[in-house]
T-cell receptor
Framework: EAGVAQSPRYKIIEKRQSVAFWCNPI?????LYWYQQILGQGPKLLIQ????????DSQLPKDRFSAERLKGVDSTLKIQPAKLEDSAVYLC????????????FGPGTRLTVT | AQTVTQSQPEMSVQEAETVTLSCTYD???????LFWYKQPPSRQMILVIR??????QNATENRFSVNFQKAAKSFSLKISDSQLGDTAMYFC?????????????FGKGTRLSVIA
């Protein structure tokens, strides 16, 4: 079974520019998560989708971050405009089996904002 | 809100030795899962072991085992016969068993180095 795919793996942009990240979850996984992992810290949830609906976006800085999951499969996370503090690894994860836990993570995208 | 605390930023162990990583958590929930994830330099987060809070028996997976103390809200990971490939960041994580899937709450991680 193919794992969670993410692209790009690395991105360097200047502050105030925009950037987009893409995630393709494991086939059949209804739940998709975007986490932000700042250097030296554990991942923190940005947004959770169930199929194509948003379940939790309480930690998403909505003035600059947006995410969508059209057709309940692939997802895109966008930052516009980027700030220096957005430098982090952005992890996508997916899961199935309602309430039983295991999340499968992609390799992440490392964003550097200069 | 749940919190997860890992008090050991870095640890090292000699190859073939045993090491224990500590984790404490705070929650008012009664039904939850606890996890240990491994994140090697490649950044791919890999599940090491999972513990259901309602189970009294500690989970084991080959060389990995946990010591789950529900009353103390403690969840430590023991790695036996450490191997060079165990070198990675280890994250303790909490998941509330609400209605449907819920996100993971992670600790800050422990960087483990296995020394030959």
């Amino acid at each position: 079974e193919a794992g969670v795919a993410q692209s790009p793996r690395y991105k360097i942009i200047e502050k105030r520019q925009s950037v987009a990240f893409w995630c393709n979850p494991i086939s059949g996984h209804a739940t998709l998560y975007w986490y932000q992992q700042i250097l030296g810290q554990g991942p923190k949830l940005l947004i959770q989708f169930q199929n194509n609906g948003v379940v939790d976006d309480s930690q998403l800085p909505k003035d600059r971050f947006s995410a969508e999951r059209l057709k309940g499969v692939d997802s895109t996370l966008k930052i516009q405009p980027a700030k220096l503090e957005d430098s982090a690894v952005y992890l996508c994860a997916s899961s199935t089996r309602q309430g039983l836990g295991e999340q499968y993570f992609g390799p992440g995208t490392r964003l550097t904002v200069t | 809100a749940q919190t997860v605390t890992q008090s050991q930023p870095e640890m090292s162990v000699q190859e073939a030795e045993t090491v224990t990583l500590s984790c404490t958590y705070d929650t008012s929930e009664n039904n939850y899962y606890l996890f240990w994830y491994k994140q090697p330099p490649s950044r791919q987060m890999i599940l090491v072991i999972r513990q259901e809070a309602y189970k009294q028996q500690n989970a084991t997976e080959n060389r990995f085992s946990v010591n789950f103390q529900k009353a103390a809200k403690s969840f430590s990971l023991k790695i036996s016969d450490s191997q060079l490939g165990d070198t990675a960041m280890y994250f303790c994580a909490f998941m509330n068993l609400g209605a449907g899937n819920t996100p993971l709450v992670f600790g800050k991680g422990t960087r483990l180095s296995v020394i030959a």
